[in-house]
């Protein structure tokens, strides 16, 4: 059960960071302010006793290019509570919410991808699925019955059977450090059933072009992500999730402020460290933004040496 569970919450993870990288050809938005490249963000000020931190993070990334350096791991063991966005690997998640977001996966009726694409389109689907993927049936059928940005998920995670992504790598690092005899507590900054309802607003809008675009250029844009997140550069992840607008406006900025109010009170709790999709953290709308205005100081920690433990060791020393 717990590694089903495990899996299922991934595979929602997975989709979140599709949502924001896989992308429309849209001009750039114009930007109101402009954050200097890191990931890492020392909160201070506004009446904290401690310094908490915030973080961005890629929910998919392969293990090639998964880093952490040495600064992020000093503040994540200086913190006494983990803040993700939300905290379904932390407790129990009844199974009727499992059940229903399983079913909004899936095209409505009978339906497939095959009924929204030309001939020539799915004759290049399937070719890339069978042939480019290997993907035989049973599993073959299922997954043509995904919605399109579902299946553009699956497919990636089938490029990657052994990406992660830093939530994973973070809850287990606070496990350890529980069951040690230390102290930290895991929050979510929303409720699941609330991240469902934000990927669900936009499961109408089927993105098959999108999902076409992503198969014939090899998922480009997914790359050019994991090229941008691996520069620090929260700006260019901003602006990349702000070309699609509604896109952005429903799965960022909106998302953002409601975070804020809970944000707020555990960072004055204890010491936090606060780790959120990177597209989160830069433009008028990011948290960086939002705490600033609400009178914290931000401040960038760089930090150029990658920790070997949590960066190659963890890996490598896997079970898996």
Do not use: C
């Amino acid at each position: 059960m717990r590694k089903s569970l495990f899996s299922a919450v991934k595979s929602i993870l997975v989709k979140i960071v599709l949502f924001i990288g896989l992308l429309g050809d849209r001009p750039l938005a114009a930007q109101e302010s402009v954050h200097e490249p890191s990931l890492l963000w020392k909160i201070t000020g506004n009446g904290l006793q401690q310094p908490s931190y915030l973080y961005g993070t890629m929910h998919f990334i392969p293990r090639t290019d998964f880093f952490v350096t040495n600064a992020v791991v000093e503040a994540f063991k200086s913190s006494k509570i983990l803040a993700t966005e939300h905290a379904a690997f932390m407790r129990y998640i009844p199974r009727q919410v499992w059940r229903e977001k399983n079913r909004q996966q899936f095209l409505p009726g009978d339906r497939t991808v095959a009924d929204y694409l030309s001939e020539a389109e799915f004759a290049e689907l399937k070719t890339y699925m069978r042939k480019g993927l290997g993907i035989q049936n049973p599993a073959y059928g299922q997954y043509l019955r995904l919605k399109p940005n579902y299946l553009a998920g699956a497919l990636l995670e089938r490029l990657y059977p052994n990406a992660t992504g830093y939530e994973v790598v973070f809850w287990a690092q606070a496990r350890a450090r529980n069951a040690s005899g230390q102290y930290m507590l895991y929050e979510g900054l929303e409720e699941p059933k609330q991240t469902f309802a934000a990927l669900d607003s936009l499961e109408q809008v089927y993105r098959l072009a999108d999902l076409m675009t992503g198969i014939r250029d090899g998922f480009a844009r997914y790359y050019a992500l994991l090229k941008m997140y691996r520069a620090q550069d929260i700006e260019a992840m901003h602006e990349a999730s702000v070309e699609e607008g509604r896109l952005h406006q429903l799965l960022v900025a909106d998302r953002n402020r409601a975070w804020l109010g809970k944000l707020r009170k555990l960072i004055h709790s204890q010491p936090t460290f606060v780790a959120v999709g990177a597209a989160h953290l830069g433009g008028p709308a990011g948290l960086i933004e939002l705490l600033t205005e609400s009178g914290y100081t931000l401040r960038p920690v760089h930090d150029k040496w990658v920790n070997k433990e949590w960066t190659y060791d963890l890996f490598n020393n896997s079970s898996k």
